[in-house]
């Protein structure tokens, strides 16, 4: 920060930790706004909420630009009247606002890259933010997403991972407007239709260059066989699935919204296993939503222990002001909430590296990322479950798709040995 000419925060308004480090951040911003005329600017989710943006106008007034999700392509123009004419800017639309294409995109990697597909969420889970502050689902132009995807690829990226809230309801909210819905487009010079998720996977899967294909977040009441059948019959699409599960109990995800029950859950990864048997999962889970009973809680580790997750993303429930779960009066103690914490983290795992262990021995596929943060002279990349491997190799094998014998294993890595190039 104190290099910077303009400090720009990209807000997360999720969870309440996230929110709080914004605060956080802005006091130490403050020392550098009154030593030198810092610009300093604020985006994201959080500046979606009222509540939010009033609590920045009034306790910290030398922020000199407010954006929103919706305004974005603005903020060099933003940047430069608040740099020139020295204005305050608040530059946030209505969470309804339409998804800008063309916006430049500078990106930090030049292997994977995330192309986001559609945006909002219509499912209104009762502990989530995330309906209020994005609006509703909306999807971008089958076109405008192989376009970006054939760039991509002629760039020389190798993975990519389709964004969205709920990334499986693509055109969905498009078809309940018109039944007929259907975009043709030209992949690698060839005439496709796209209309659906599962249709826009099998066109992406077509564009040549492309090695790995990932999306992120499905959610599980809307994953149609004809989306499991386009990744089981695909040449890219990686058989890790990321299937957030929250809770598993069939209570607790009633009073979420979340629309399945804990067997409707375990029945869709049956289902998909049973198209892929090499198919492996990852999940989010929240641990102490409102009135989560000892009971509650023990379902949510017997779907652990059923599912055996490559890995989980663990959150403690955190109040959001505005949604339904935030009135529901049995809110469970921090200190159960935290000790259930430990208890799944503990079963995590102890299953990760179970896990971990089966590699051994096995050769993986790895698309090599670059060299390990910790140790220059060792490569490291990630196999098709996301597991990352940690091998020793030449510079020229970055980028490239290896087979890596794997030879031993850690919590939070594999090791391996490699001496051939998968072309
Ligand atoms: N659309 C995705 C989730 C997006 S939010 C889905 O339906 O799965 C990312 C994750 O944050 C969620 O999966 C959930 O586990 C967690 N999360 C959302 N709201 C939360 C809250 N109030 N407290 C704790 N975790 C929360
Ligand atoms: Fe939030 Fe539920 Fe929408 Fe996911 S599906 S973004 S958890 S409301």
Excluded at 32 to 58: L, N, P, V, W, Y
Excluded at 212 to 234: C, G, L, Q, Y
């Amino acid at each position: 920060m104190d290099d910077a000419d303009v400090i720009i925060f990209n807000t997360c308004c999720v969870r309440e930790n996230a929110e709080d480090r914004l605060f956080g951040k802005l006091g130490e911003a403050k020392k550098f706004k009154e030593d030198k005329g810092t610009i300093i600017a604020i985006g994201g989710c959080m500046m979606q909420e009222k509540q939010i943006t009033d609590k920045i106008k009034r306790s910290y007034p030398y922020v000199d630009i407010i954006f929103g999700t919706h305004t974005l392509e603005n903020l060099a123009k933003d940047i430069y009247f608040a740099l020139k004419e020295k204005k305050k800017i608040e530059d946030v639309i209505d969470i309804e606002g339409e998804i800008h294409e063309g916006t430049p995109i500078v990106r930090g990697d030049n292997i994977k890259a995330s192309v986001a597909i559609m945006n909002g969420c219509n499912n209104f889970c009762t502990y989530c933010i995330v309906p209020y502050v994005r609006g509703r689902e909306r999807s971008r132009k089958p076109g405008d997403i192989i376009n970006e995807v054939e760039e991509l690829a002629k760039k020389g990226y190798k993975e990519i991972m389709l964004l969205g809230q709920n990334v499986n309801s693509y055109l969905v909210s498009e078809r309940e407007k018109d039944n007929n819905i259907s975009y043709e487009v030209i992949v690698q010079g060839k005439e496709m239709i796209v209309n659906s998720f599962a249709t826009l996977l099998k066109a992406i899967d077509e564009i040549e260059g492309i090695e790995r294909i990932r999306f992120i977040s499905p959610h599980p009441k809307d994953f149609t066989d004809d989306v499991i059948e386009a990744i089981a019959n695909s040449k890219h699409i990686c058989h890790l699935i990321h299937l957030p599960l929250q809770s598993g109990s069939t209570n607790v995800l009633k009073r979420m919204n979340r629309k399945y029950s804990k067997e409707q859950y375990l029945k869709l990864v049956d289902r998909i296993r049973r198209l892929m048997p090499d198919s492996t999962f990852t999940t989010d889970i929240i641990v102490g939503f409102p009135g989560e009973t000892e009971e509650d809680f023990e379902d949510t580790l017997d779907v652990v222990k059923k599912v055996k997750f490559e890995q989980i993303f663990m959150f403690i429930y955190s109040i959001r002001v505005g949604t339904p779960a935030e009135k529901m009066e049995d809110q469970v103690p921090e200190e159960i909430k935290h000790k259930r914490f430990d208890r799944l983290k503990a079963l995590a795992e102890k299953q990760i590296a179970e896990k971990n262990e089966t590699y051994v021995g096995t050769t993986q596929k790895v698309l090599v990322e670059g060299y390990s943060k910790t140790n220059e002279k060792i490569l490291t990349g990630r196999n098709e479950a996301n597991v990352i491997v940690n091998f020793k190799g030449d510079k020229s094998l970055i980028g490239k798709m290896c087979d890596v014998k794997i030879i031993g294993n850690h919590i939070w890595y594999l090791e391996g040995c490699c001496d051939k190039i998968q072309e």
